[in-house]
């Protein structure tokens, strides 16, 4: 009977320790809070963003809570994919923190501002973002107002490996090249355990996404745009690279090996990398990424030379937007006022150039190559990287994106031919874009 | 008088210990599942806080949506993979029921992949399923096949290689819950059938597999409600794709409501495989009948 009793008892214990252990952490809590009080002016801002904190934004909040000890800013990052938005915008609408966040896109803008938890900037009269951040910053209006303050220079563009261009006496190409160029480049970069061509996942699209920003989304007559034959003629040139040419590898291998494509042309097994200034977080890291080839760059091609209108990727981006329902509003504005004339600096080492005009171009572009000067092609990299050309924002819904990506890869995977594709991304669009 | 007092107190004791988990599934099972209920009839979208009761909308949407029935579609193939792994699990139970060398060890070599993480093993498979220097496809091709799948990067192949996985995931713990049934069957039963001179065939079909109908039945419930319900495995591995060929409807929901936010929508999607589910359990429970030996 006793040694029955024994467990019961335990468990009592165990449940009252652990309750004991509760309520004194609520104490501690309660301790905390009544200190926050008494050091009244004291404010601790929360920001959310995308980049791992040691890829720069622990130095900016380290620098800012540095310069101000009353306002104090801490980090959290989010991963920029459909489980991070949701987990920022859970915070957002709960208010769980989260006084300022960035924006990478238009539609999660959008949806942040439908929700009413983006402040209007445009009603600040102490900042001009027209004029601080140039013309393409007005891409981000919604509703001819800002609800986000556009901070870096957006850039995507093909990373060139010159050694092997070089070897292949291939010259750096012009900024108005062509895919059917892309092609030829790419037949002659291609050998054995070398690709011609990789893209990464974000940059499949930018051609197809430039040609449709310089055309518009609908048609005339009303009708969506996705069916256009500039879009099939770059389809086919990518197809007959992956299973004529073999120069990039085909579609199914890529997804299903999740190809690591920066680690790839670092490591020198692909000539010509179709991606964003992202890449340079790694490129620049020597230290786990070793390579001794030098970098040049092009643009991302436009389909072919009679493409007057067509749309370069860039402008600006990583929007910051203040939360409409924090409680610090005003410190929250005067943190992003400084990150964006300067106080992002840290993060240039890793691609991301401030875009306001009262930031030097040639300190940031200095801190990128802080230590590589020797990896890039100073020529081209002014002409490309630090260049400037018309840009674009696309803004349609997420779902017609999707319902064309399931053509397309439908089509680089043989089970569909290139003219049904294209009808078919024409109608499933056509209903998404009402 | 004092006894029953003692029991009243034990029940007591028992309420409280049970609490904690009554208040979990209250709060995040119960009320959310009542709350998507009442969102299946609304346009809820998870970021906009203006919404409105549309009525049936939602599942007059449903009802005329090619994506719908596409992940109906590979839902379905995707619940192959429960009658095969039992059918497997049974056979191995039935080799390892008897005396074999390092029963142990092999027992426990099928038992891993259960307990293995999902995501590891998901990508453990991308390897070995690698189109062109996958093992498998070497390994194919070495024995003649010139043209092997694509596995995962095909949309004809998508599904069935994912059930190939969940296959392999789902034997050990079959394999295991029949082992136990096969040691439960009594030898005097077996013994009289071999004297009186039934083979071995028939003894498994005619005496063992009926005597184990419970555990097959008990297997086909779990194993279909967990297959219906699985994830994480193909989140991993495809993510859905290539182009929508491995959305099954767990996907397709989450697909809907956290990568679209409409949550109205999504919960229209959740509530008809809910149905699905029920549904199927019913018609088991009323056909378990006819089948299970107890």
Redesign the interface.
């Known amino acids: 009977m006793k040694k029955k009793w024994y467990p019961?008892v335990l468990?009592v214990l165990l449940a009252a320790t652990m309750l004991a252990g509760c309520s004194s952490s609520g104490s501690n809590d309660a301790q905390g809070s009544a200190n926050g009080q008494s050091a009244k002016e004291k404010i601790k801002l929360t920001m959310w963003g995308a980049v791992p904190a040691e890829a720069g934004p622990q130095a900016v909040v380290d620098n800012w809570n540095k310069e101000n000890p009353n306002v104090q800013v801490e980090y959290v990052r989010y991963v920029n994919d459909?489980?991070g938005n949701?987990k920022l915008?859970t915070a957002l609408?709960t208010n769980q923190n989260a006084d300022l966040y960035m924006n990478y896109d238009l539609p999660h803008l959008q949806?942040?501002v439908?929700?009413?938890v983006a402040l209007e900037l445009s009603a600040k009269t102490d900042y001009d973002i027209d004029s601080q951040m140039g013309q393409d910053a007005a891409l981000w209006k919604i509703n001819d107002k800002y609800y986000g303050m556009p901070t870096k220079k957006n850039m995507a563009f093909v990373w060139l490996n010159k050694d092997m261009l070089d070897a292949a006496g291939l010259p750096i190409p012009e900024v108005d090249w062509t895919w059917s160029d892309l092609q030829e480049y790419a037949k002659k970069l291609t050998k054995s355990g070398v690709y011609g061509l990789l893209q990464a996942d974000s940059s499949f699209t930018t051609t197809m996404d430039g040609t449709l920003a310089g055309m518009g989304v609908k048609q005339a007559d009303g009708t969506s745009n996705f069916g256009n034959d500039l879009w099939k003629q770059q389809l086919e040139i990518l197809h007959n690279m992956m299973f004529v040419d073999k120069s990039t590898p085909?579609?199914?291998?890529q997804?299903?090996?999740?190809m690591p494509v920066d680690t790839m042309f670092l490591q020198g097994q692909t000539a010509m990398l179709a991606a964003g200034e992202y890449i340079f977080r790694n490129a620049n890291n020597l230290k786990d990424y070793p390579h001794d080839f030098k970098t040049a760059f092009a643009a991302i091609p436009r389909v072919n030379k009679d493409q007057t209108d067509y749309k370069y990727p860039g402008g600006v981006g990583d929007v910051l937007a203040v939360n409409a329902k924090s409680e610090n509003q005003d410190a929250a504005w005067e943190f992003a006022k400084w990150y964006a004339d300067g106080g992002m600096l840290p993060m240039a080492s890793g691609g991301r150039i401030p875009a306001s005009k009262s930031v030097d171009t040639k300190e940031a572009m200095s801190l990128l190559l802080k230590g590589v000067e020797d990896k890039y092609d100073t020529d081209s990299m002014n002409k490309i990287v630090f260049g400037k050309f018309p840009s674009f924002q696309l803004n349609v819904p997420?779902?017609a994106v999707?319902a064309r990506?399931?053509?397309y890869?439908?089509y680089f995977?043989n089970?569909q031919d290139i003219d049904t594709t294209m009808k078919n991304m024409q109608t499933r669009s056509q209903e998404l874009l009402k | 008088m004092k006894r029953r007092s003692w029991m009243e107190r034990q029940g007591w004791i028992g309420m409280t210990f049970i609490l904690p988990n009554m208040i979990g599934i209250l709060l995040f099972f119960v009320i959310p599942a009542i709350y998507s209920f009442v969102l299946m009839f609304t346009n809820y979208q998870f970021s906009n806080p203006n919404w409105q009761f549309t009525g049936l909308d939602n599942l007059k949407q449903l009802f005329h949506d090619d994506n719908f029935y596409a992940s109906i579609k590979y839902t379905m193939i995707f619940l192959i993979s429960v009658p095969v792994s039992m059918v497997l699990a049974f056979i191995v139970a039935l080799f390892l029921n008897r005396s074999v060398y390092l029963k142990g060890l092999i027992r426990g070599m099928f038992f891993l992949p259960y307990i293995s993480s999902g995501v590891a093993v998901a990508f453990v498979w991308m390897l070995l399923f690698q189109p062109s220097q996958g093992p498998i496809n070497e390994m194919l091709r070495w024995i003649g096949i010139a043209s092997p799948p694509g596995w995962f990067a095909d949309t004809d192949t998508a599904m069935y290689a994912i059930d190939i996985v969940q296959i392999w995931l789902m034997l050990g713990y079959n394999m295991i819950i029949y082992l136990a049934a096969l040691q439960e069957i009594s030898t005097e039963q077996l013994e009289a059938a071999r004297i009186d001179g039934a083979s071995t065939f028939k003894i498994t079909w005619k005496i063992v597999w009926p005597l184990v109908s419970p555990t097959t039945f008990l297997l086909m419930i779990t194993g279909l409600i967990m297959t219906m319900k699985s994830f994480s495995i193909i989140q991993a591995i495809t993510a859905g794709g290539p182009s929508g060929s491995t959305t099954v409807l767990s996907l397709f929901v989450y697909k809907t409501a956290f990568g679209y936010y409409e949550m109205g929508y999504a919960s229209a999607i959740s509530w008809f495989l809910f149905a699905v589910i029920l549904v199927i359990t019913v018609i088991q429970w009323v056909g378990q009948k006819r089948w299970v030996h107890y």
């Open positions: 019961a468990s459909d489980a949701l915008d609408m949806k942040r439908d929700a009413g085909e579609y199914g291998e997804l299903t090996s999740k997420q779902q999707d990506k399931e053509e890869e439908k995977l089970k």
